[in-house]
């Protein structure tokens, strides 16, 4: 039978907001959302607008694929939605490949600026590197073009589900690591929305999406208390993606949304990321 309401955890109530800066790499909100203390850090224009037009015009002169796991999407590079480890990191050097191309092509390496920017976050000699996997490491980014169907754009769901069988199962958090190259221009809509809880195992065995995460039925949400964050071109967040969350529609003529999008999450002490 289906579970009437979502148990779980739940950030306490005064720290479920979003920490926000502007263009500084923020240890304080950074650590706070890896280590599961805060749902959501935003760095805002953590890319000029420049580059995010660049990333986005080089992600839509390559022809993108639609997403093989039903979001209303399409994407260029690999995510481990429905894939056992093996084929995954066999995918990875053909994904990889397509994307170094829109890199190239953008004169934007933003693997490298990711990198950068965690690496100047985090504490010295704390360890940022890919999921690995016999000896292969996981993609850097994919890029996601939601098309928007409503009534959400990206039905509600965690992202904790695709991790079962990997390395990065064992993170402590499941973080979104995603830049914004390409968001349509609007006030209300097109907003991450986050729902705090983090479902327990029993509630996401109810519900069938313990090994996918999605979608979870909104009439369960109605009385959990959710943030909209509003990332724009060029903003960096960091969010806790273990969580219920949603890109709600948007209301603009234009509702393009272009994502690069990836995991991290603190395994053992190093930060280990995936996509
Ligand atoms: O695009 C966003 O803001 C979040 C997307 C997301 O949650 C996902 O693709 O898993
Ligand atoms: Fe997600």
């Known amino acids: 039978m289906n579970p009437t309401k979502l148990n779980g955890s739940k950030f306490p109530q005064q720290r479920f907001c979003a920490y926000e800066t502007d263009n500084q790499p923020d240890n304080e909100g950074v650590m706070s959302v890896l280590l599961g203390l805060r749902p959501a850090c935003i ?3 953590a890319l000029a607008q420049e580059q995010s037009a ?8 390559q022809s993108a694929q639609r997403r093989h796991d039903g979001v209303p999407a399409y994407e260029i590079g690999l995510g481990s939605y429905g894939l056992t480890p093996d084929d995954y990191f066999g995918r990875v050097p053909g ?31 704390v360890v940022v590197r890919p999921a690995r996997h ?11 073009h ?27 958090r499941v973080c979104g690591f995603n830049f914004y190259v390409l968001t349509p221009d609007d006030q209300e809509g097109a907003a991450l929305r986050m729902w705090n809880i983090v479902p327990d195992a029993r509630t996401k065995r109810a519900l069938g999406v313990e090994k996918t995460g999605y979608p979870y039925p909104t009439e369960l949400l109605a009385d959990t208390p959710f943030i909209d964050i509003r990332p724009r071109a060029g903003d960096l ?24 999008q990836s995991f991290a999450g603190m395994i053992d002490g190093q930060i280990v990321r995936w996509t």
């Not at 754009?153 to 993170?171: I, M, N, P, V, W």
């Open 237 to 260: 967040l960091l969010f806790a993606a273990d969580g219920v969350h949603a890109v709600t529609s948007s209301k603009a003529a234009s509702k393009a949304r272009i994502v690069f």
């Open 134 to 144: 016999g000896g292969r490491a996981a993609m850097e980014f994919r890029a996601t």
């Open 43 to 45: 760095i805002r224009n």
């Open 146 to 172: 939601f098309v928007d169907e409503g009534p959400l754009a990206l039905k509600a769901h965690e992202d904790r589900g695709q991790t079962d069988g990997y390395e990065f199962g064992a993170a402590h």
């Open 54 to 61: 660049a990333l986005a015009n080089a992600y839509l002169d």
């Open 95 to 125: 994904a990889r490949a397509d994307m170094e191309a829109i890199y190239a092509a953008a004169g934007v390496h933003l693997p490298s600026m990711a990198q950068e920017i965690l690496q100047a976050t985090v504490d010295p000699g």
